[in-house]
């Protein structure tokens, strides 16, 4: 039984994949991240099965979005990797491991936080 064990546990083979990390590109003051047409689609694509009115908190629906990201404090716009909006769902974490953004989605959402995460 020990021999089997040893055969089994040296099969094993662990693949390490290094994340790629997020890097929005620098904002444009002239051409700011909307909100409304931007950053709540992707809860629309991503998020909403869940956190919607009457489900999970926060609500990300569209009429709502907004106002429960900034009473629950899910964006710090002085340490904008460090929003939980962010953070907890960006492609390198292991949290919420069910859904998750895509990099291209990641970017977008820490480039509107950095831009002061606007209600536009």
Same mark, same amino acid.
């Given at each position: /039984?020990?021999?089997?064990?040893? @055969?089994?546990?040296?099969?094993?083979? *662990?693949?390490?994949?290094?994340?790629?990390?997020?890097?929005?590109?620098?904002?444009?003051?002239?051409?700011? @991240?909307?909100?409304?047409?931007? @950053?709540?689609?992707?809860?629309?694509?991503?998020? %909403?099965?869940?956190?919607?009115?009457?489900?999970?908190?926060?609500?990300?629906?569209?009429?709502?979005?907004?106002?429960? @990201?900034?009473? /629950?404090?899910?964006?710090?716009?002085?340490?904008?990797?460090?929003?939980?909006?962010?953070?907890?769902?960006?492609?390198?974490?292991?949290?919420?491991?069910?859904?998750? *953004?895509?990099?291209?989605?990641?970017?977008? %959402?820490?480039?509107?936080?950095?831009?002061?995460?606007?209600?536009?």
């Amino acid at each position: /039984m020990l021999f089997f064990g040893v @055969i089994f546990l040296a099969g094993c083979e *662990y693949a390490f994949v290094q994340q790629e990390e997020i890097t929005p590109p620098t904002p444009d003051p002239n051409n700011p @991240i909307s909100f409304a047409t931007e @950053i709540v689609p992707i809860f629309t694509s991503r998020c %909403i099965d869940c956190h919607n009115t009457g489900g999970t908190a926060p609500d990300l629906t569209a009429a709502n979005a907004y106002s429960n @990201i900034a009473s /629950m404090s899910l964006v710090n716009t002085a340490n904008p990797t460090a929003s939980i909006l962010f953070d907890f769902v960006q492609p390198s974490t292991s949290t919420h491991a069910w859904r998750k *953004y895509s990099a291209s989605q990641a970017s977008k %959402i820490l480039l509107w936080i950095q831009e002061g995460a606007l209600n536009n």
